[in-house]
């Protein structure tokens, strides 16, 4: 190469590496003064990321120039339903064990209780857990307004843990009780949002979802409640017997329970079980629960196969209590070994023409029998079906056999 066809070259690439360099600066300077062009990306684009511009320093933003707030639910009518449901939830504290003071019989501390619970009626009727109030010798009702009140155990029922107190109805006219929905309905996902009063704090509410359906939970008489729900919403010490509601303020279940073991994992009694048992709760007095006198697991298709059974679905029966209604009929057992059933045992598959495919299905249905009701089951024995007829006896109390766990 020539020298001059060199020099000729490496001038002209000086000259594009100048204009270059001319060319970003006045790029930088129109950005920087906000003349640039405006360069949101077309739709085809592959730029997906939004454009940010820096407000201009030591100037205040507007609230209208700032980025939409997430939130879980709208806060405004969160903030309305709790006005609204609020003046229906109440306070219990109760005393076990003598008079309100300090110590009772013989300088014997006496057991002081608390937990929350909700006017159901204009009638001055309220609904908690039975293990709020068991055993309570006063009652004390605290509204959200501070008034207290006194209050009298009118029905409880030990087993399925639900309590019916009463209060001076001319004293809570002005208050809106709580309407309830069909906890039957209640999906996996919903807003759960629990009312009451925590470790003493009044009026407090905790918001989640509700986590999981279907639950059997032992209760604290060993029988398992069933079709408990399963949510999030923060549940403590104190909020026994307060309203978990759904997104509309209505009463989906009676919170009653946390997994001790866990973090974010409580349940509640579905407001459905204590419309069942509402009528005996009013009549006042404890609620007789009838029983069984089994012990069952859910078949699958797992159980079915490790047993040879010859259906995937019913109750298998594993154990049965002597002079029991079921043992007084005869049902058989299968029995256990290192806790996984055994073979040999009766199948339930109905009761009175209804089929049952989980334990909580048998216990669903006897919380609208009574104790003397005669039942028919339909039972799957070997390779014959057969029925047989019992009558339903009350659960023990000095029982330790755990019901259909």
Same mark, same amino acid.
């Given at each position: 190469?020539?020298?001059?066809?060199?020099?000729?070259?490496?001038?002209?690439?000086?000259?594009?590496?100048?204009?270059?360099?001319?060319?970003?600066?006045?790029?930088?300077?129109?950005?920087?003064?906000?003349?640039?062009?405006?360069?949101?990306?077309?739709?085809?684009?592959?730029?997906?990321?939004?454009?940010?511009?820096?407000?201009?320093?030591?100037?205040?933003?507007?609230?209208?120039?700032?980025?939409?707030?997430?939130?879980?639910?709208?806060?405004?009518?969160?903030?309305?339903?709790?006005?609204?449901?609020?003046?229906?939830?109440?306070?219990?504290?109760?005393?076990?064990?003598?008079?309100?003071?300090?110590?009772?019989?013989?300088?014997?501390?006496?057991?002081?209780?608390?937990?929350?619970?909700?006017?159901?009626?204009?009638?001055?009727?309220?609904?908690?857990?039975?293990?709020?109030?068991?055993?309570?010798?006063?009652?004390?009702?605290?509204?959200?307004?501070?008034?207290?009140?006194?209050?009298?155990?009118?029905?409880?029922?030990?087993?399925?843990?639900?309590?019916?107190?009463?209060?001076?109805?001319?004293?809570?006219?002005?208050?809106?009780?709580?309407?309830?929905?069909?906890?039957?309905?209640?999906?996996?996902?919903?807003?759960?949002?629990?009312? =009451? !009063?925590?470790? @003493?704090?009044?009026? %407090?509410?905790?918001?989640? $979802?509700?986590?999981?359906? #279907?639950?059997? &939970? +032992?209760?604290?008489?060993?029988?398992?409640?069933?079709?408990?729900?399963?949510?999030?919403?923060?549940?403590?010490?104190?909020?026994?017997?307060?309203?978990?509601?759904?997104?509309?303020?209505?009463?989906?279940?009676?919170?009653?329970?946390?997994?001790?073991?866990?973090?974010?994992?409580?349940?509640?009694?579905?407001?459905?079980n204590a419309k069942s048992l509402l009528p005996s709760l009013l009549q006042g007095g404890e609620?007789?629960?009838?029983?069984?006198?089994?012990?069952?697991?859910?078949?699958?298709?797992?159980?079915?196969?490790?047993?040879?059974?010859?259906?995937?679905?019913?109750?298998?029966?594993?154990?049965?209590?002597?002079?029991?209604?079921?043992?007084?009929?005869?049902?058989?057992?299968? =029995? !256990?070994?290192? @806790?996984?059933?055994? %073979?040999?045992?009766?199948? $339930?598959?109905?009761?009175? #023409?209804?089929? &049952? +495919?989980?334990?909580?299905?048998?216990?669903?249905?006897?919380?609208?029998?009574?104790?003397?009701?005669?039942?028919?089951?339909?039972?799957?024995?070997?390779?014959?079906?057969?029925?047989?007829?019992?009558?339903?006896?009350?659960?023990?109390?000095?029982?330790?056999?755990?019901?259909?766990?």
């Amino acid at each position: 190469m020539k020298l001059y066809e060199f020099i000729r070259i490496m001038v002209a690439r000086r000259q594009m590496a100048l204009a270059l360099i001319v060319t970003f600066i006045l790029a930088a300077s129109l950005l920087i003064s906000g003349c640039v062009a405006d360069q949101s990306p077309t739709p085809d684009s592959t730029n997906f990321a939004p454009a940010i511009t820096d407000p201009i320093p030591n100037e205040p933003i507007a609230a209208s120039d700032t980025l939409p707030v997430a939130s879980l639910y709208n806060e405004e009518a969160m903030v309305t339903l709790y006005n609204q449901a609020i003046s229906a939830v109440v306070e219990i504290n109760t005393v076990v064990g003598g008079d309100a003071s300090a110590f009772g019989v013989f300088g014997i501390p006496n057991i002081r209780g608390q937990g929350s619970g909700f006017l159901i009626d204009e009638q001055g009727h309220i609904l908690t857990n039975n293990h709020v109030v068991d055993n309570a010798s006063s009652v004390t009702v605290t509204l959200h307004s501070g008034k207290k009140l006194e209050g009298e155990v009118l029905g409880t029922d030990r087993e399925n843990d639900l309590a019916l107190v009463q209060v001076d109805p001319a004293i809570v006219e002005n208050i809106i009780p709580l309407p309830w929905t069909d906890s039957d309905n209640v999906k996996p996902g919903q807003m759960a949002i629990a009312l =009451g !009063s925590p470790f @003493g704090l009044e009026g %407090s509410i905790t918001v989640g $979802i509700v986590s999981g359906l #279907g639950r059997t &939970v +032992t209760g604290a008489e060993t029988r398992s409640i069933p079709n408990m729900l399963q949510t999030d919403a923060a549940i403590n010490p104190g909020n026994s017997g307060g309203p978990l509601l759904d997104s509309k303020g209505m009463v989906m279940g009676i919170n009653t329970a946390i997994e001790a073991s866990s973090t974010g994992i409580g349940f509640a009694i579905p407001i459905n079980n204590a419309k069942s048992l509402l009528p005996s709760l009013l009549q006042g007095g404890e609620v007789d629960t009838p029983w069984l006198g089994i012990s069952g697991t859910a078949i699958d298709q797992s159980l079915a196969t490790e047993l040879n059974l010859s259906t995937d679905h019913g109750v298998y029966v594993v154990s049965v209590v002597p002079d029991s209604p079921a043992g007084k009929v005869g049902l058989i057992p299968g =029995g !256990s070994d290192q @806790g996984r059933p055994t %073979s040999g045992g009766d199948i $339930i598959t109905e009761v009175d #023409g209804v089929e &049952v +495919t989980e334990v909580s299905d048998i216990l669903q249905y006897f919380n609208t029998k009574k104790v003397e009701d005669q039942i028919n089951l339909t039972i799957i024995r070997g390779d014959e079906t057969i029925t047989v007829d019992l009558t339903l006896s009350e659960w023990p109390k000095d029982s330790v056999f755990q019901e259909l766990n």
